[in-house]
């Protein structure tokens, strides 16, 4: 009993660590873009580059309308890049608002490496950078899935007009634990993405969908 035990026991710390290591793998999935691709939309934008420290730089797309009525903040999913992404600039266009997508650090063209604190720097970087352009209250931070957590996170710390969650979840903990339930999710994430704290502290309009 004691050899069984003995197994277990290993073969769990081996499993801890196994987790521990390989949650970059686990929770994103990127697609990553060479530094010369050239994007191709059938309605008005730009590149952006935010070049947020040395060594990092967050790029995004500018989807722009004649007379916008504001602009959409978005925050992607775990997956992809920008580049399929961007095809949801549509359903805000359609309805003269102006559209900026932005990738995390390691997606598509976005450099740097990556953690819950630099990421969540980032975000606010590029929220700095664009109410210079746009008068926050013409902001309006959306989230999906992965983003929802960056985006309650920025209306938190903000004043946008509006922020929209699409498909959130409660907080990144509880999302993997689902998965692993008999693992101390708590301790080994290094991404905890607390919608749940942050979310209360939002004075904004605030829709989840």
Request: aromatic share 16%.
């Amino acid at each position: 009993m004691s050899e069984v035990l003995a197994y277990f026991i290993l073969g769990y710390a081996v499993l801890l660590v196994l987790v521990y290591l390989v949650q970059e793998q686990i929770i994103f999935k990127p697609e990553k873009l060479h530094q010369g691709f050239t994007y191709k939309y059938d309605i008005p934008f730009r590149e952006l580059n935010f070049d947020v420290e040395p060594g990092v730089r967050i790029n995004g797309l500018h989807f722009t309308c004649s007379k916008p009525l504001g602009l959409i903040l978005y925050f992607h999913g775990n997956t992809r890049s920008i580049k399929g992404w961007a095809k949801y600039a549509k359903d805000f266009y359609r309805y003269n608002y102006d559209v900026v997508l932005v990738d995390y650090r390691g997606f598509g063209k976005s450099t740097g490496k990556r953690s819950e604190k630099d990421m969540l720097g980032d975000m606010q970087f590029v929220y700095d950078t664009l109410a210079v352009q746009y008068a926050e209250h013409h902001l309006i931070v959306y989230g999906r899935s992965l983003g929802s957590g960056f985006a309650a996170k920025l209306a938190s710390d903000n004043k946008p007009r509006y922020l929209i969650l699409d498909a959130p979840y409660y907080n990144f903990t509880k999302v993997i634990e689902r998965f692993l339930p008999i693992l101390p999710i708590r301790f080994l994430l290094r991404y905890q993405l607390r919608t749940d704290k942050w979310i209360r502290h939002v004075n904004c309009h605030t829709y989840i969908i």
